[in-house]
């Protein structure tokens, strides 16, 4: 549940997350003169006599030295990374006000999308029932983005309110230059072909994100001085204290698939890595896995794994569909992390072969059925137990008389487990739920 617009975002959640990058690039790189918006533009505009040229403005010399260190970065960072670099990065020091601006400014083409994300969102229990997605995502972005890379408008930016580049600032601009320099390498504006298949979006966003990630933590070993890691440090406390009643009000479903690739992306790109063989990320960035699991369990990348088709699901009477997505890993992940007494492992989420998703709607009725396949019986066990605690924790629901059913205050849910087979739906009442389930 993300910003849509293709960018690459980066969270500012305390010292775990250092930068953060949303979906797409546009070919680019960083010449000898890597252009820097002046901010000297603005100041001409507001000047109090009225002189409309800026032309007579004096440089300012401090933004000259943002160009000049960013350029650095850009050099230091494709040698680190062993990508050419070919043409010119933009790049611009904003607000966080500004940067809110930038990153949802095309929220408008998407609300369709959006309102449909946000309806299953609120049947599964994800977002509460009086919130609205795209103000959710507007106080994410706002509260936990220190930078980011347009690859439509060919962009970087930096969140800074102070001068010159801190090196909390620095390390943000290298993750930056590593997304430029994959989208030389390889068209990452085709996350926008994933609208239907989150699972997808997530595990290419995962790779992407792990080699910036790690590529950001080499440079500032490489490139900073003791005392500007121990500067960088204090600004990292610092940012904690100040957005972690912010972020912490957020649904947690929303934070947690924001931060996903940047957690699970840094070690899979590791494994594949292993003995500093950047030859396999690079192929990873040609041919990325399609799905979460592969992020979790990188030996099922390596060996080609293909998901099992999944069917569940039937629009129950007066229903219409109203959405139909891969439902992967990540998301028995997040079931584990929202249920009362449980908490994810790599195990049951690595266990996942196939998954699906699908809504319908009736009105202001939402039923949803969820089927999950995995690779043992035992996995699968394991899963079905949690399914009604999470149901429980989420929605408040207490068995509804039979050995499947569990009703809530506003919906109940019906499970249906089959050997390796979970499924399972929410809906307004049991009748409906057991319709959406085939039943």
Not at 54 to 63: C, F, S
Not at 267 to 278: E, M, N, R, S, Y
Not at 320 to 325: D, G, H, Q, T
């Given at each position: 549940?993300?910003?849509?617009?293709?960018?690459?975002?980066?969270?500012?959640?305390?010292?775990?997350?250092?930068a953060a990058c949303d979906d797409e690039v546009a070919p680019q790189g960083a010449s000898d003169e890597a252009p820097v918006d002046a901010p000297e533009e603005e100041d001409a505009a507001d000047d109090p006599n009225g002189d409309d040229g800026a032309e007579d403005a004096e440089p300012d010399p401090e933004d000259a030295d943002v160009a000049a260190r960013f350029e650095e970065i850009v050099d230091q960072v494709a040698e680190l990374r062993g990508?050419?670099?070919?043409?010119?990065?933009?790049?611009?020091?904003?607000?966080?006000?500004?940067?809110?601006?930038?990153?949802?400014?095309?929220?408008?083409?998407?609300?369709?999308?959006i309102a449909r994300s946000e309806t299953v969102a609120k049947a599964l229990h994800q977002i509460p029932e009086d919130t609205d997605l795209l103000e959710l995502n507007e106080d994410l972005v706002e509260a936990g983005v220190a930078g980011m890379y347009v690859p439509e408008d060919d962009q970087a930016y930096v969140v800074s309110d102070g001068d010159g580049l801190s090196p909390l600032e620095q390390v943000t601009v290298a993750h930056e230059v590593?997304?430029?320099?994959?989208?030389?390498?390889?068209?990452?504006?085709?996350?926008?072909?994933?609208?239907?298949?989150?699972?997808?979006?997530?595990?290419?966003?995962?790779?992407?994100?792990?080699?910036?990630?790690?590529?950001?933590?080499?440079?500032?070993?490489?490139?900073?001085?003791?005392?500007?890691?121990?500067?960088?440090?204090?600004?990292?406390?610092?940012?904690?204290?100040?957005?972690?009643?912010?972020?912490?009000?957020?649904?947690?479903?929303?934070?947690?698939?924001?931060?996903?690739?940047?957690?699970?992306?840094?070690?899979?790109?590791?494994?594949?890595?292993?003995?500093?063989?950047?030859?396999?990320?690079?192929?990873?960035?040609?041919?990325?896995?399609?799905?979460?699991?592969?992020?979790?369990?990188?030996?099922?990348?390596?060996?080609?794994?293909?998901?099992?088709?999944?069917?569940?699901?039937?629009?129950?009477?007066?229903?219409?569909?109203?959405?139909?997505?891969?439902?992967?890993?990540?998301?028995?992940?997040?079931?584990?992390?929202?249920?009362?007494?449980?908490?994810?492992?790599?195990?049951?989420?690595?266990?996942?072969?196939?998954?699906?998703?699908?809504?319908?709607?009736?009105?202001?009725?939402?039923?949803?059925?969820?089927?999950?396949?995995?690779?043992?019986?035992?996995?699968?066990?394991?899963?079905?137990?949690?399914?009604?605690?999470?149901?429980?924790?989420?929605?408040?629901?207490?068995?509804?008389?039979?050995?499947?059913?569990?009703?809530?205050?506003?919906?109940?849910?019906?499970?249906?487990?089959?050997?390796?087979?979970?499924?399972?739906?929410?809906?307004?009442?049991?009748?409906?739920?057991?319709?959406?389930?085939?039943?």
């Amino acid at each position: 549940m993300p910003p849509k617009r293709s960018l690459l975002l980066v969270p500012l959640l305390g010292a775990l997350l250092l930068a953060a990058c949303d979906d797409e690039v546009a070919p680019q790189g960083a010449s000898d003169e890597a252009p820097v918006d002046a901010p000297e533009e603005e100041d001409a505009a507001d000047d109090p006599n009225g002189d409309d040229g800026a032309e007579d403005a004096e440089p300012d010399p401090e933004d000259a030295d943002v160009a000049a260190r960013f350029e650095e970065i850009v050099d230091q960072v494709a040698e680190l990374r062993g990508l050419p670099v070919d043409g010119d990065i933009p790049f611009e020091v904003v607000s966080s006000e500004e940067i809110t601006e930038i990153a949802l400014a095309d929220a408008e083409d998407d609300l369709e999308e959006i309102a449909r994300s946000e309806t299953v969102a609120k049947a599964l229990h994800q977002i509460p029932e009086d919130t609205d997605l795209l103000e959710l995502n507007e106080d994410l972005v706002e509260a936990g983005v220190a930078g980011m890379y347009v690859p439509e408008d060919d962009q970087a930016y930096v969140v800074s309110d102070g001068d010159g580049l801190s090196p909390l600032e620095q390390v943000t601009v290298a993750h930056e230059v590593v997304h430029a320099l994959q989208d030389q390498y390889i068209d990452l504006g085709i996350l926008d072909g994933f609208e239907d298949d989150p699972d997808a979006a997530m595990a290419f966003s995962s790779v992407i994100e792990g080699d910036a990630v790690r590529l950001q933590e080499q440079w500032a070993t490489a490139h900073l001085t003791e005392e500007q890691q121990q500067q960088r440090q204090v600004e990292e406390r610092q940012v904690a204290q100040e957005q972690q009643d912010t972020l912490l009000s957020l649904p947690r479903a929303l934070l947690e698939s924001f931060v996903a690739p940047y957690v699970a992306g840094p070690q899979f790109v590791g494994t594949i890595t292993q003995d500093g063989d950047l030859d396999a990320l690079d192929a990873a960035l040609e041919d990325p896995p399609t799905t979460m699991v592969e992020i979790y369990d990188p030996s099922l990348y390596v060996d080609g794994f293909e998901p099992e088709p999944v069917e569940v699901g039937a629009a129950p009477d007066g229903y219409e569909p109203l959405a139909s997505w891969t439902w992967g890993a990540f998301e028995v992940a997040l079931l584990l992390e929202l249920a009362d007494g449980h908490s994810s492992t790599p195990e049951l989420p690595g266990a996942w072969r196939g998954g699906q998703l699908e809504a319908f709607e009736d009105g202001d009725d939402v039923a949803v059925a969820i089927g999950w396949t995995f690779a043992d019986e035992d996995a699968a066990a394991q899963v079905c137990e949690v399914v009604p605690d999470w149901h429980a924790t989420v929605a408040d629901s207490e068995p509804a008389g039979s050995a499947d059913a569990y009703e809530g205050p506003s919906d109940a849910l019906v499970v249906d487990c089959d050997g390796t087979d979970v499924s399972f739906a929410v809906a307004p009442d049991v009748e409906v739920a057991r319709a959406a389930l085939g039943g």
